[in-house]
């Protein structure tokens, strides 16, 4: 058996290089392409920082792709993720802060919407800036009520001993001057309250809430108010006061005040203050 011989091939060098110049010439787009997609998947990690405009590096942060581990890509997120928390824990705070202000300004205008417990300068003192014309307007209505109520007042006071002028001073405030709805629906004009749970039909009617604490008494005439009005300081906490005479309205007015009449914390003042005005004590001496 005879072997055959091997005969080893030759490389051709110049031909190998010429071949594949040829064939980089017809694929160099496809080269191009490749060599782009490399250089992006080597750099996939890289951020991008955009100057706009003049804006600061630092005002545009963007990461090439969402999957960024680069320590700078972890700090902006990081440092975005907090600004934002912290924006929507202002934002609640804000809102919050609003609602209780809201809250507590309705709390406010329902607690002085309560007819025992408002008072207009109408029956008070005149602004430093009113005009002659709102003064006389006022002064008009005031005395109005008192000589409308002056003689009920005075009958009172000889039954009960509460001075007059007390009387009038609270009734021109619990009504300012007559004009409150208290006073022309209800014929209360001393914010007297309804605490029965039993209540008749025109017992009493709510003008604030749905609340029975907020029912005021209806009174067929106004002289029923004001008797109303006596037989409570007549009772054990205010019957005391009885003590200072038909002629002591100072003490009387801090008197009531103190015995908790009113939560107005100046209601004493305003009482006395009405009553100098209007020469009120002159009728606690008939």
């Known amino acids: 058996m005879m072997l055959q011989r091997f005969t080893p091939l030759t490389f051709d060098k110049q031909q190998v290089f ?10 160099w787009l496809r080269m191009l392409a490749l060599f782009l997609i490399a250089y992006v998947l080597v750099h996939k990690d890289l951020n991008l920082q955009l ?16 999957h ?20 929507e824990l202002t934002t609640k705070q804000s809102t919050s802060m609003s609602k209780k202000v809201k809250s507590k300004s309705l709390s406010k205008i329902t607690k002085d919407s309560n007819p025992s417990n408002t008072y207009s300068n109408m029956t008070y003192s005149f602004g430093s800036n009113e005009s002659s014309k709102s003064k006389t307007s006022k002064r008009k209505k ?12 005075q009958k009172e006071m000889r039954k009960y001993g509460i001075p007059a002028s007390i009387t009038l001073a609270q009734g021109l405030i619990e009504t300012n001057a007559g004009d409150s709805r208290l006073a022309k629906q209800n014929n209360n004009h001393f914010g007297m309250k309804c605490f029965s749970k039993k209540c008749g039909k025109g017992h009493c009617a709510n003008f604030t ?6 029912f005021f008494r209806k009174y067929k005439s106004s002289w029923e108010s004001y008797r109303a009005h006596s037989q409570l300081l007549m009772g054990r906490r205010y019957r005391h006061l009885k003590k200072l005479g038909n002629e002591n309205y100072r003490d009387w ?7 908790g009449y009113a939560t107005d914390k100046h ?20």
């Open 142 to 153: 005031q005395e109005a009520y008192v000589n409308r109520f002056v003689e009920v007042a």
């Open 51 to 66: 100057n706009l405009n003049g804006t600061p590096p630092n005002a545009y942060q963007v990461s090439a792709l969402p």
């Open 253 to 259: 007015a801090r008197g009531l005040k103190k015995a």
């Open 68 to 87: 960024s581990k680069s320590p700078i890509s972890t700090a902006m997120n990081t440092s975005f993720s907090q600004a934002q928390v912290e924006a």
């Open 18 to 27: 010429s071949q594949t110049s040829e064939w980089a010439k017809r694929n």
């Open 267 to 286: 209601y004493a003042e305003k009482l006395i203050n009405i009553i100098d005005e209007l020469k009120l004590y002159k009728f606690d001496n008939e």
């Open 209 to 214: 809430d749905d609340s029975h604490k907020d």
